[in-house]
């Protein structure tokens, strides 16, 4: 049965349904409608956002589909960009292993201790907003408004930055706590 507070989640599976359309743009070089597509789905995400805080509209479905689908979207993007040539495979491959390694530690920690307790760092949501206003900023350079290189190598290193300082703050807290828990037997 439908109600208005599942419509955070509706928004996050309309986020992950237009995952494939905006890799399909991407890879047809159509860069102009991958944009529009990609703002939609941000849109999309901040309202789904403030609806869940705001209503108080906040499920265990909502906790796992909002972070899904905003990866969904950004990883598909950087690897996209990738295959265009236009990103290097080191940042890829970062922020690829950045979530791997959260997800094997959230995983490893359930495992061995329990409940995990997933409450993203500001320095996590800062290292998503970067990769987000990469993505944005290479869209509408390729679309309608170019952009010097300098400011595209800006915005690489410090997605390069903020990924491995966020992906080294869930190690250490997440270590942290292990050898908390561990210390209790």
């Known amino acids: 049965m439908f109600s208005l507070r599942n419509i955070p989640n509706f928004l996050s599976v309309l986020r992950v349904l237009l995952v494939p359309p905006v890799v399909f743009y991407l890879l047809e070089h159509d860069y102009t409608s991958a ?12 309202l789904d956002g403030w609806l869940a805080k705001h209503f108080h509209w906040e499920s ?5 589909l909002d972070p899904l689908a905003d990866k969904l979207l950004l990883v598909s993007s950087y690897v996209c960009f990738y295959w ?8 890829v491959a970062s922020v690829i292993l950045r979530d791997v390694f959260i997800v094997v530690g959230g995983v490893s920690y359930r495992m061995l201790f ?4 997933i409450n993203p760092s500001y ?19 390729l679309t309608w408004l170019p952009m010097d290189e300098l400011v595209i190598q800006i915005l690489i290193w410090t997605v390069l ?4 300082a966020s ?13 908390k828990e ?4």
Not at 35 to 46: E, H, N, Q
Not at 60 to 64: C, K, P, Q, V
Not at 114 to 117: I, P
């Open 35 to 46: 944009l529009v597509l990609f703002v939609i789905a941000g849109a999309t995400d901040s």
């Open 60 to 64: 265990a479905l909502g906790e796992i």
């Open 84 to 91: 265009l040539e236009l990103l290097p495979l080191w940042l």
């Open 114 to 117: 329990g409940k995990v307790d």
């Open 123 to 141: 320095m996590s949501k800062l290292n998503t907003l970067m990769q987000i206003v990469l993505v944005a900023t290479m869209l509408l350079s």
């Open 161 to 164: 930055f903020t990924t491995i």
């Open 167 to 179: 992906g080294a703050m869930y190690v250490f807290s997440w270590g942290a706590r292990a050898l």
């Open 182 to 185: 561990s210390s209790k037997d």
